[in-house]
């Protein structure tokens, strides 16, 4: 006969649904969650029996005996006296917990009942609250004095089913207080509530503890019910609806909305390199597009250190774009190996450039769908907190697309969610797209268009004066967040150091 002793580990991570503290292993192979009824299979034992146990109302975990005794939760005891379970009386069927935290004796149970819903008829009150699980039903119940329903989830993957079956229960209330637990699953069972009940969920923020039954065994119940007492309104995170939340928006900070960019001409036209907007530098190849972003990087590294960034060049090997950076850092041409004298100053003015860790370079392999580059943006935006991405150019990612949309449907696409994402993550993403002989960006309009600024690069190749033939020309075409167009300055490039800076005559 199976016991607790055929128990090797609790509270562990569930392989199916990730949610922590939820999966039981046994020593013979087999694991349950309790959370979404995942089974991993083992060798075939018995499950464990409850005819020599008797069944009692006790007090456990800080609830109460009169508590345990008023919702019909049951301790499960022993010969010897000791607590070996707990029985939840679900609406269909009672569900057996045996502790520490095996619920693989409930063959059959379905979860798609909410915990003490019997209990509480439709509309019988102003405010029905929500937890995730059966022991924190009583610590939540005792808690609010049993002022207030309270109903749990069978776990957290289990809304879906709870939705279906019983959302006119749901519905019926004017308020609901999601008390799920603060963690992944909770969070993403409270955003799934709060989507099919519309305006009228309200989010228990519990910042101390992660679950209504920590806070009881703690002795913070009077931080508990502050929690719920100042739950707040909520609503999807596309959505803004409270004032408090339309005054958070009229507070947020604007600074640093923009870094300057060290070209006068250009900072005094455009205010600099802004974040959260996409910005587009446009000319025919061989230009020197690739240069001006590089020296637009480098200006990053050298004159704002508390930056951090984020660069791709599709045209170039990374070792390239590199040294790139390191002649402008030494002041001389170090793009090859081939032209590098000593060796260790380059390798001391890269491990300047980048010692504090927040220049970033990354690949888009031609194996890979590009549009793994928006997930890239995002990572870099909210893992690693740069304030830009750069990357060039645009119209190379359209090569290597695997749907079955044409090159203008692909970049189309491209450009609105890269509008769209640095909107949403307040990043400055900064491209570069190719023009044809007529002047427009090649293959896609609506790069433009979707772009916040645009700035056109223009130089006379065929200059026969050196130093006009290596000077390109900004002009702004668009520019949103500020307003002015036109001359935005000149950028001198040095053949003998590969590196740019502004022409001021």
């Given at each position: ?25 046994f ?5 349950f ?8 299979g083992?060798?075939k ?23 345990a ?19 939840y ?31 509480f ?93 920590k ?17 707040t ?139 793994v ?75 433009g ?57």
């Amino acid at each position: 006969m199976t016991d607790t002793k055929n128990i090797v580990n609790t509270h562990q991570t569930c392989p199916e649904c990730q949610h922590h503290e939820c999966f039981t292993e046994f020593a013979n192979g087999g694991g349950f969650c309790h959370s979404c009824g995942f089974k991993r299979g083992g060798t075939k034992e018995e499950l464990p029996s409850t005819a020599d146990k008797s069944f009692e109302y006790r007090a456990f975990r800080g609830v109460d005996k009169a508590v345990a005794e008023h919702l019909g939760i049951q301790t499960v005891v022993d010969a010897d006296g000791n607590d070996w379970g707990r029985l939840y009386p679900y609406p269909h069927r009672p569900k057996l917990r045996i502790l520490p935290k095996d619920f693989s004796a409930n063959k059959g149970f379905t979860n798609e009942f909410l915990l003490g819903m019997d209990m509480f008829n439709a509309s019988s009150s102003k405010c029905l609250t929500i937890v995730e699980g059966e022991d924190d039903w009583a610590a939540a119940y005792q808690m609010l004095k049993g002022k207030w329903p309270v109903v749990a989830l069978p776990g957290a993957q289990t809304v879906n089913q709870i939705l279906k079956a019983h959302y006119k229960y749901l519905d019926s209330f004017d308020t609901i207080a999601i008390a799920t637990d603060a963690d992944g699953p909770g969070d993403a069972a409270a955003r799934r509530l709060s989507d099919a009940l519309p305006n009228k969920c309200y989010r228990v923020h519990m910042s101390k503890h992660k679950d209504p039954m920590k806070y009881l065994e703690e002795g913070d119940e009077k931080e508990f019910l502050y929690a719920w007492t100042n739950r707040t309104k909520y609503v999807a995170e596309w959505d803004t609806n409270t004032p408090d939340q339309f005054i958070a928006l009229f507070n947020e900070s604007s600074e640093k909305r923009f870094l300057p960019t060290g070209i006068e001409a250009y900072d005094e036209v455009g205010a600099g390199l802004f974040q959260g907007e996409l910005t587009v530098f446009t000319a025919p190849e061989g230009i020197g597009k690739t240069e001006f972003m590089r020296y637009l990087q480098y200006n990053l590294i050298r004159n704002h250190p508390d930056v951090a960034f984020a660069y791709c060049h599709l045209e170039e090997t990374p070792q390239r774009s590199l040294l790139g950076l390191a002649s402008y850092h030494l002041g001389k041409n170090v793009t090859r190996k081939d032209l590098i004298e000593d060796q260790s100053e380059v390798e001391e003015a890269i491990r300047e450039m980048m010692g504090g860790e927040r220049v970033h370079q990354f690949r888009v392999g031609t194996d890979e769908d590009p549009q793994v580059l928006i997930e890239r943006v995002k990572y870099y935006a909210n893992v690693c907190e740069c304030q830009y991405v750069f990357f060039e150019p645009i119209q190379d990612l359209a090569h290597q697309r695997t749907e079955g949309k044409s090159v203008v449907e692909f970049l189309d696409g491209l450009s609105v969610q890269l509008a769209r994402v640095a909107a949403e993550t307040g990043c400055g993403v900064v491209t570069i797209a190719h023009m044809n002989d007529d002047g427009n960006i090649r293959d896609c309009r609506l790069i433009g268009k979707q772009a916040a600024v645009r700035v056109d690069l223009t130089r006379n190749i065929t200059a026969t004066d050196p130093r006009e033939r290596n000077t390109t020309t900004l002009n702004f075409r668009k520019n949103r967040p500020i307003g002015p167009v036109g001359y935005g300055g000149q950028m001198e490039f040095d053949i003998h150091t590969f590196t740019m800076e502004e022409r001021i005559d």
